[in-house]
């Protein structure tokens, strides 16, 4: 059998000839671009395989495929329990396989003196969904961007110590979930690369979420205490906490310099000690993977003190920019200590966060916690040094121009490649969702359409000459569903903006939840959705991290700041913005009125409402009375905060990934209109039916 060329990729439709854009309109991409994208894609196998990487499969369709054969061959199939079949296939026979349970199988094929190999994936129909939500019943939580979180015990940023103190409040008033930003390992040696949305790798974690006090060896160390009670180690610490926007350089020195006090009476442990032990374990579990990104910290951390604008492995000297060569094993051997402290940062994360979600189980939360998965990595990070044959350096995805953004969107993040995905028997999407799907409830994937299209961009062009990719869909969901139920751990999908119509029903089908914003829920200039139509497989919210907060949206002030910032060139678009914002304020008022969210029209008759405690309790009391099973409320809300937390389109323009909460969390939980808010949305969500 003779593999497919670029043309052929091509003529599959791996990448789309042209797309329909924002307004509905036709768009050819130029033969150039699709050249350029198809170059850029690892190249299949010079050798063919009578089989493919990976066959996938329903739970109940029937297991059968074709080996392209010349001659006769034997086969033999191994499940993932470790049971056996064996035969013999002939030229042009269709091999059908006895029923499998789902999971991980293993078919094998000789044939002419060589033996191939296809990994047999058998999946259930849909992801797992939690008995509450299958009983009926409609949930709410909290979401939160955790490093934005205040208190009297942090650093300086939310950390896991804070999110436990979270867990705590929201179950013991009714919530069911704590939602959390991508967790993702992000850049110690460079702490102002700090967007959860752009990290290191997505398997590790960000350690500046560890909980430095509650580490034993940390409490147990003389050194470590002294140096806490100095008065300039209390004085930096409160300048951090008292900040406005999270300092993540001054964080990130603060904790390094405490946990490398608790790492020197961690490393006189004895081997028979059981905290060595299981951090042992951990380090053999993580395998390459995870002494890759201990590798990657200490090297990037070593190359940054040498040259500050060394911003990643591509800036690096030739010999470390492989993960494998000799000078990267002689740097690993040299600086083996090193290496074991950054791997025992990753175990004290994991450690921490697991705690975490045992703590939701105590609270019998029926969720607990829900992770978000960034749509990709960064192109000069950890994951990308080691696995850069699955990934398209030379290109980044984001979105085609649209109304709001008519330049388009580059995220200047670097895709998979799926020809490289489906070679390797999908074993990194296999590998992220697990990693991604570990100790806790609920899985958000961010950009869920990136499951069968992603808007590629080639390196040096503007995002308007990108072009549709392609990604096997129905395999990537099916695997989705499998690791789903393994992991009892549900999935919503973030599917706002432009989704193409092929995905919509495969999502509801595979049992995705969907994502539904309350600024995208007008129906017409006269209403929102009403309560009663919102979809049940969903997840209400009222805003994400890249939209204004409540009070932002009612102000306008999300149009007056990108204006200031020069993200709205065109006046006579932005007029019309601002127009159609005003309109959707009296739609919402009308539709909080139809529904009896709001109990009066008095101050709200002439069309000029200020949003006030009343109307913000009005519009969260209408979310809590929608159909979807879930809601998610972000303290913003609560405290009536107006500043976002992101702006996309800008870097230095704006402190990104900085704002921090305008109360801690002991002046929230302690509020008592915090405390009345969250009754009522209690009760609101216990009265849908």
């Given at each position: 059998?003779?593999?497919?060329?670029?043309?052929?990729?091509?003529?599959?439709?791996?990448?789309?000839?042209?797309?329909?854009?924002?307004?509905?309109?036709?768009?050819?991409?130029?033969?150039?671009?699709?050249?350029?994208?198809?170059?850029?894609?690892?190249?299949?196998?010079?050798?063919?395989?009578?089989?493919?990487?990976?066959?996938?499969?329903?739970?109940?369709?029937?297991?059968?495929?074709?080996?392209?054969?010349?001659?006769?061959?034997?086969?033999?199939?191994t499940s993932e329990a470790g049971e056996c079949w064996s035969g013999r296939c002939a030229v042009g026979e269709t091999l059908s396989l006895p029923l499998l349970p789902d999971g991980y199988h293993q078919l094998t094929l000789e044939h002419e003196a060589q033996r191939y190999r296809c990994c047999i994936i058998v999946a259930p129909p849909r992801c797992y969904e939690p008995a509450a939500l299958l009983a009926g019943e409609s949930l709410w939580g909290s979401c939160i961007q955790l490093y934005t979180l205040r208190s009297a015990n942090n650093w300086g940023i939310g950390d896991f110590g804070d999110l436990r103190q979270m867990i705590g409040e929201t179950a013991k008033?009714?919530?069911?979930?704590?939602?959390?930003?991508?967790?993702?390992?992000?850049?110690?040696?460079?702490?102002?690369?700090?967007?959860?949305?752009?990290?290191?790798?997505?398997?590790?974690?960000?350690?500046?979420?560890?909980?430095?006090?509650?580490?034993?060896?940390?409490?147990?160390?003389?050194?470590?205490?002294?140096?806490?009670?100095?008065?300039?180690?209390?004085?930096?610490?409160?300048?951090?906490?008292?900040?406005?926007?999270?300092?993540?350089?001054?964080?990130?020195?603060?904790?390094?310099?405490?946990?490398?006090?608790?790492?020197?009476?961690?490393?006189?442990?004895?081997?028979?000690?059981?905290?060595?032990?299981?951090?042992?374990?951990?380090?053999?579990?993580?395998?390459?993977?995870?002494?890759?990104?201990?590798?990657?910290?200490?090297?990037?951390?070593?190359?940054?003190?040498?040259?500050?604008?060394?911003?990643?492995?591509?800036?690096?000297?030739?010999?470390?920019?492989?993960?494998?060569?000799?000078?990267?094993?002689?740097?690993?051997?040299?600086?083996?200590?090193?290496?074991?402290?950054?791997?025992?940062?990753?175990?004290?994360?994991?450690?921490?966060?697991?705690?975490?979600?045992?703590?939701?189980?105590?609270?019998?939360?029926?969720?607990?916690?829900?992770?978000?998965?960034?749509?990709?990595?960064?192109?000069?990070?950890?994951?990308?040094?080691?696995?850069?044959?699955?990934?398209?350096?030379?290109?980044?995805?984001?979105?085609?121009?649209?109304?709001?953004?008519?330049?388009?969107?580059?995220?200047?993040?670097?895709?998979?490649?799926?020809?490289?995905?489906?070679?390797?028997?999908?074993?990194?999407?296999?590998?992220?969702?697990?990693?991604?799907?570990?100790?806790?409830?609920?899985?958000?994937?961010?950009?869920?359409?990136?499951?069968?299209?992603?808007?590629?961009?080639?390196?040096?062009?503007?995002?308007?000459?990108?072009?549709?990719?392609?990604?096997?869909?129905?395999?990537?969901?099916?695997?989705?569903?499998?690791?789903?139920?393994?992991?009892?751990?549900?999935?919503?999908?973030?599917?706002?903006?432009?989704?193409?119509?092929?995905?919509?029903?495969?999502?509801?089908?595979?049992?995705?939840?969907?994502?539904?914003?309350?600024?995208?829920?007008?129906?017409?200039?006269?209403?929102?959705?009403?309560?009663?139509?919102?979809?049940?497989?969903?997840?209400?919210?009222?805003?994400?991290?890249?939209?204004?907060?409540?009070?932002?949206?009612?102000?306008?002030?999300?149009?007056?700041?990108?204006?200031?910032?020069?993200?709205?060139?065109?006046?006579?678009?932005?007029?019309?913005?601002?127009?159609?914002?005003?309109?959707?304020?009296?739609?919402?008022?009308?539709?909080?009125?139809?529904?009896?969210?709001?109990?009066?029209?008095?101050?709200?008759?002439?069309?000029?409402?200020?949003?006030?405690?009343?109307?913000?309790?009005?519009?969260?009391?209408?979310?809590?009375?929608?159909?979807?099973?879930?809601?998610?409320?972000?303290?913003?809300?609560?405290?009536?905060?107006?500043?976002?937390?992101?702006?996309?389109?800008?870097?230095?323009?704006?402190?990104?990934?900085?704002?921090?909460?305008?109360?801690?969390?002991?002046?929230?939980?302690?509020?008592?209109?915090?405390?009345?808010?969250?009754?009522?949305?209690?009760?609101?969500?216990?009265?849908?039916?």
């Amino acid at each position: 059998m003779k593999p497919k060329n670029h043309l052929d990729l091509a003529a599959d439709g791996l990448i789309a000839p042209d797309y329909i854009d924002a307004h509905g309109r036709p768009q050819q991409v130029s033969s150039f671009t699709r050249e350029r994208l198809l170059g850029l894609m690892q190249p299949l196998s010079g050798s063919a395989s009578p089989l493919p990487p990976a066959a996938i499969f329903r739970q109940g369709e029937p297991l059968a495929l074709t080996p392209v054969l010349f001659a006769a061959a034997d086969w033999q199939l191994t499940s993932e329990a470790g049971e056996c079949w064996s035969g013999r296939c002939a030229v042009g026979e269709t091999l059908s396989l006895p029923l499998l349970p789902d999971g991980y199988h293993q078919l094998t094929l000789e044939h002419e003196a060589q033996r191939y190999r296809c990994c047999i994936i058998v999946a259930p129909p849909r992801c797992y969904e939690p008995a509450a939500l299958l009983a009926g019943e409609s949930l709410w939580g909290s979401c939160i961007q955790l490093y934005t979180l205040r208190s009297a015990n942090n650093w300086g940023i939310g950390d896991f110590g804070d999110l436990r103190q979270m867990i705590g409040e929201t179950a013991k008033r009714g919530g069911a979930f704590v939602g959390l930003n991508p967790l993702h390992a992000l850049f110690p040696a460079e702490p102002e690369s700090a967007s959860p949305y752009s990290p290191s790798s997505r398997r590790w974690l960000n350690i500046l979420y560890i909980d430095v006090n509650q580490i034993a060896d940390f409490q147990q160390s003389d050194a470590a205490q002294t140096w806490w009670r100095l008065e300039a180690t209390q004085q930096a610490l409160q300048a951090a906490r008292s900040a406005e926007y999270v300092d993540y350089r001054a964080v990130t020195r603060l904790k390094l310099e405490g946990l490398r006090l608790a790492w020197q009476q961690f490393r006189r442990r004895g081997p028979e000690d059981a905290e060595t032990a299981a951090f042992d374990a951990f380090v053999e579990a993580g395998g390459d993977s995870l002494l890759s990104q201990g590798l990657f910290d200490v090297l990037h951390a070593e190359r940054r003190e040498q040259d500050s604008d060394c911003h990643g492995w591509q800036s690096w000297p030739e010999a470390f920019q492989h993960p494998d060569s000799a000078a990267v094993l002689a740097f690993r051997i040299e600086q083996s200590d090193e290496v074991r402290f950054w791997l025992w940062l990753q175990w004290l994360a994991a450690q921490q966060f697991a705690g975490c979600w045992q703590l939701c189980q105590q609270q019998q939360m029926p969720i607990g916690l829900y992770r978000d998965l960034a749509v990709g990595v960064a192109r000069d990070g950890a994951e990308t040094w080691r696995e850069r044959e699955l990934y398209c350096l030379e290109a980044s995805v984001g979105a085609p121009p649209d109304i709001l953004g008519p330049l388009g969107q580059n995220w200047g993040l670097p895709p998979m490649d799926p020809q490289a995905m489906a070679a390797r028997a999908f074993e990194p999407w296999i590998t992220l969702l697990r990693a991604s799907m570990q100790d806790c409830g609920a899985l958000r994937i961010d950009h869920v359409m990136a499951l069968l299209r992603l808007w590629w961009i080639p390196q040096g062009e503007s995002a308007a000459e990108g072009a549709y990719v392609h990604y096997p869909v129905d395999a990537l969901l099916a695997i989705l569903a499998l690791e789903s139920q393994r992991h009892r751990c549900m999935v919503i999908g973030e599917d706002l903006g432009t989704v193409p119509a092929a995905i919509v029903d495969k999502l509801r089908d595979a049992g995705v939840y969907s994502y539904k914003v309350l600024y995208f829920e007008q129906t017409s200039k006269q209403a929102f959705r009403p309560p009663a139509q919102w979809p049940r497989q969903a997840m209400a919210v009222t805003t994400t991290h890249d939209m204004p907060t409540l009070r932002g949206w009612w102000r306008s002030d999300d149009l007056r700041l990108g204006s200031e910032l020069g993200l709205y060139p065109d006046k006579t678009i932005l007029a019309g913005l601002y127009r159609d914002r005003q309109t959707a304020r009296q739609a919402l008022l009308r539709t909080l009125l139809r529904s009896g969210a709001l109990p009066s029209r008095q101050r709200f008759q002439r069309g000029r409402a200020r949003m006030t405690g009343t109307l913000s309790r009005a519009i969260l009391g209408y979310l809590a009375g929608t159909q979807s099973a879930l809601l998610g409320l972000q303290p913003e809300e609560w405290l009536d905060m107006a500043t976002p937390v992101n702006v996309p389109g800008t870097t230095d323009a704006y402190p990104n990934w900085r704002r921090k909460l305008s109360a801690t969390l002991e002046e929230m939980f302690s509020d008592a209109a915090v405390d009345a808010l969250l009754a009522q949305v209690n009760r609101g969500r216990k009265e849908v039916k």
